[in-house]
């Protein structure tokens, strides 16, 4: 191997192992001159206060010192009863009382309601808004980043080789795809895949609790970093998150990796098996059998 193959072969895995690391959200790079690269390429930061829904309508505590690893949220135990309600649709709606989105009775109705946005700049370079595809009173949802290029040309979520993974995913958990609803935190696409920045973020992610409220799933599966942080309001790192149930306003939520970054890392196949296994046993008791290595 002569010397230039040889120098552009450690500079693809230098890539690789850059990317994996910002994938997993525990770096920290600093330039030449010692500082850190921009927030939105390093671990994310919490969403500005601003964007979380008011604390008086969602009826949630923010504890004054977040214990590491514990929601962001805690849920107050004073629960006004509402008749013919159940207490999880209760603590849905409540938490979206007050937001700044669109009241719609139905998905569809809300789709209708948000499909023209503009909110941010990601609705002038968009072909197509992206809203969420899948059983509107599912009792699990996946929740991905942002849609990629063949989401955006289609205008449905994880229909690229990701989503075509997520499928696999989907039917090795004994389910089908039409069974579960599959949405992104962000409705348009970033320009080139990039990172969602804080700000679309904060403006885009209202949209998604409100599409929350309205399906009202048991488990909310995170896929991958940027969602697991968005719904969590958390900065942590994916491989803190992982591996417990954590509470996104009373519904149960796991985190796993994103089916691209399982197509950049198939080593990260097995860990990904144990989170959908635990999803389908909290779903409904079912035990999947252990994948052959
Ligand atoms: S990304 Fe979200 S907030 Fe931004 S334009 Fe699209 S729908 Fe609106």
């Known amino acids: 191997m002569d010397s230039v193959e040889s120098r552009r072969e450690t500079l693809q895995l230098f890539r690789s192992f850059v990317e994996q690391r910002r994938e997993l959200g525990d770096g920290y790079w600093p330039r030449p001159d010692g500082s850190a690269l921009p927030a939105e390429r390093g671990p994310r930061a919490a ?3 601003a964007a979380r ?3 008086s309508a969602e009826r949630f505590l923010i504890p004054e010192k977040k214990p590491e690893h514990e929601p962001a949220y805690k849920l ?5 009863a509402i008749a013919g309600e159940s207490d999880l649709a209760v603590r849905l709606f409540a938490s979206v009382a007050e937001s700044p989105v669109p009241d719609a009775a139905s998905l569809e109705e809300f789709r209708a309601r948000i499909s023209e946005c503009h909110k941010c700049p990601l609705g002038a370079t968009r072909t197509h808004f992206v809203f969420g595809s899948g059983n509107p009173d599912a009792d699990l949802m996946f929740v991905g980043e942002a849609p990629g290029e063949e989401e955006d040309l289609q205008g449905q979520p994880f229909v690229g080789r990701a989503g075509q993974l997520l499928t696999k995913m989907i039917e090795a958990m004994k389910l089908r795809r039409e069974d579960v609803y599959i949405a992104n935190v962000l409705k ?3 320009p080139n895949n990039r990172t969602p920045l804080p700000s679309e973020m904060e403006q ?3 949209y998604l609790d409100r599409q929350i409220a309205l399906i009202r799933p048991k488990i ?3 896929l991958g970093r940027v969602a697991a942080q968005a719904l969590l309001n958390t900065g942590e790192g994916l491989n803190r998150l992982r ?3 954590h509470d996104y306003r009373g519904v149960k939520v796991l985190v796993t990796y994103h089916p691209a970054a399982l197509l950049r890392n198939p080593q990260w196949k097995t860990q990904s098996w144990d989170d959908l ?6 779903l409904d008791g079912t035990i999947l059998r252990p994948k052959k290595a």
């Open 47 to 49: 969403l500005p206060s």
């Open 53 to 55: 829904p008011p604390v």
């Open 76 to 80: 107050t135990t004073e629960q006004p």
């Open 188 to 190: 348009c696409r970033p």
């Open 204 to 206: 885009c992610k209202p």
């Open 220 to 222: 909310i599966c995170a």
């Open 243 to 245: 591996g417990t149930f």
């Open 277 to 282: 296994q635990k999803v389908r046993y909290e």
